[in-house]
């Protein structure tokens, strides 16, 4: 999964880091990292906006896009556009489904999110005794992109071949959903291929489809 990404992101001329965990468990992901000459940060595994504020002050980022590495399609051309947008004064961007939801409130797993330092920094003072703090910090953009009146938000019209669709899932959480996706980068021919071109060879595999619906019904999102 990792290599997969290293892939796509070495091609765009942007600094990365993998953020990880300080639990033993993660020592794989961090050798995998420093054999592969990638920057790690190790934080708290339950709060994930703490681990990101420590991880972006650590190498001075004052502009971040989030890449989730369960996903597999993401598509990464919009991080350039998102970055310059963060720079430019928008606490967050991403796209959004035709009922307005953000992308990561959907099960796609398909594009990224560019959020600010100062947003998460601004939302990490505000969740210190909010009743919902284990929930928000874990969910780490959650409480940004749902207070439109403390941030300055852009949710994009997600493209024609997703905006509309309910049925898609290309994220990973079981064993199903691996098998799943190992099937589909084989059927594609790799991950990095354009968005059109994914969509189109999940549509003739009813198969896939269906294993995409049991994942969106055993989780809410």
Not at 167 to 187: C, G, S
Request: aromatic share 10%; with cysteine; hydrophobic share 40%.
């Amino acid at each position: 999964m990792l290599d997969l990404q290293f892939q796509s992101l070495k091609k765009i001329d942007v600094p990365f880091v993998l953020a990880t965990t300080t639990n033993r468990t993660d020592d794989a992901l961090v050798k995998w990292a420093n054999d592969n000459k990638i920057d790690t940060f190790r934080g708290k595994e339950n709060n994930v906006l703490h681990r990101f504020v420590s991880c972006a002050r650590e190498f001075d980022a004052k502009n971040i896009i989030r890449v989730c590495s369960d996903n597999p399609f993401l598509q990464f051309q919009e991080i350039p556009r998102y970055l310059r947008e963060i720079q430019g004064g928008l606490d967050y961007i991403s796209y959004a489904n035709d009922a307005g939801y953000p992308a990561i409130r959907t099960h796609w797993g398909l594009f990224v999110e560019g959020v600010s330092l100062n947003a998460l920094e601004r939302a990490q003072d505000f969740l210190l005794k909010h009743p919902e703090h284990r929930f928000y910090t874990e969910h780490v953009t959650n409480f940004i992109y749902g207070r439109s009146d403390l941030f300055k938000i852009k949710l994009e019209r997600a493209p024609k071949e997703v905006v509309s669709r309910r049925d898609l899932r290309f994220t990973i959480d079981t064993a199903d959903d691996f098998k799943n996706m190992a099937e589909l980068i084989e059927l594609v021919g790799g991950t990095q291929k354009t968005l059109q071109d994914v969509i189109n060879i999940t549509n003739n595999y009813p198969h896939i489809l269906g294993l995409m619906s049991k994942g969106i019904q055993s989780y809410t999102k």
